[in-house]
């Protein structure tokens, strides 16, 4: 049998928390090679309507997926009938194709104590498989150590628009089908998150620099950007779209790992290239230090972000190589509201 799910112990949060976050081995199912263009392509069902599971008693869980940045990821965003947190995990993963390990690759955050990262891999027809490392507090999750937790899952659709999660290895050890199944159907319509979704975490410990930036757009001439809470979770997605056409142009990601509380950092930008990497701050100024990759390159970057007015955002990018730093952007943006 596995070992219990971390959380609280309601039975919707333990159900959720498998369901949206665990990842995948199917019996001796075979990957499906892709060529790199049809890698997320193949996924392109999921981001349709609203997927549902019944959690009994009238209750569901609602799983809702769109497009990021020049469709080179996706995200998903998890909440429940109940409108809470403790009920859903309010549970937040991405999905991106990175350019130079040809790999789908899963980042999934879970309130503010719990993370996973891992893989996608593509079986025969429509079904995935995901291998997934969960990381915890520790300080949160005494319960469970150590502090890190490998789980394997598979969706099982028979149809475009409905998909079973079965959890089927639990750090090395099997996983009777029938112990931990979950059932998805497509629903044409989407309901609208509760107001929850949209709150301040109770506590800010790791991103409070972030806090002036939030609650309005930063704008130039040709871009408008915005910060915003990802629900649930301590943590902040900066969007920055093209002011004309609204088109996506970069989508960058701010959370703390619960082992280090270090911030890492995630952008996925329009024309395909992935940055990964770390930020911390410089007195009131952002820096984030990745290396952002792309088909042919790899580049590590540095990136500042300060107000020199309660006003003005200026974004300064560079490009690192040994000592030398070689300007890439220098823009300030100017606070307009939402």
Known sequence: MPRSTPGHAHPCAIATLLCALTAACHTRAEPVARPADQRLAALAHLAVGEWRMDLGDGRQQRDVWTWGPGRHALTSLTSNSEGTDSATFGSFRIIYDHPQRRELTVLALSGTALIQVGTLTPLAGLDLRFDMTLSYDPSQYTWAPPPTR???????????????????????????????????????????????????????????????????????????????????????????????????????????????????????????????????????????????????????????????SAEALRIQTWAITGSERTPLADTTHHSAPL
Do not use: C
Request: net charge negative; aromatic share 8%; charged share 20%.
């Open 150 to 308: 490998r789980i394997s899952s598979v969706w099982t659709f028979d149809s475009p628009t409905s998909y079973v999660n079965r959890w089927i290895e639990d750090d090395g050890q099997p996983v009777a089908p029938e112990v931990a199944s979950w059932a998805y159907k497509r629903h044409g319509e989407v309901t609208r998150l509760p107001a929850s979704a949209s709150e301040t975490p109770a506590s800010v410990e790791h991103l409070r620099a972030w806090l002036p930036l939030l609650g309005r757009a930063w704008t130039t001439d040709a871009t408008r950007t915005t910060f915003a809470w990802i629900p649930y979770s301590e943590a902040v997605v900066m969007r920055s779209i093209d002011s004309r056409t609204l088109a996506p142009i970069v989508e960058t990601f701010f959370y703390a790992h619960p082992h280090t509380k270090r911030i890492h950092t995630l952008a996925i930008h329009a024309g395909g290239a992935v940055e990964e990497g770390t930020a911390s701050t410089d007195g009131a100024t952002i820096v984030i230090h990745a290396q952002r990759a792309a088909d042919a390159t790899t580049t590590q970057t540095e990136q500042r972000l300060e107000q020199p």
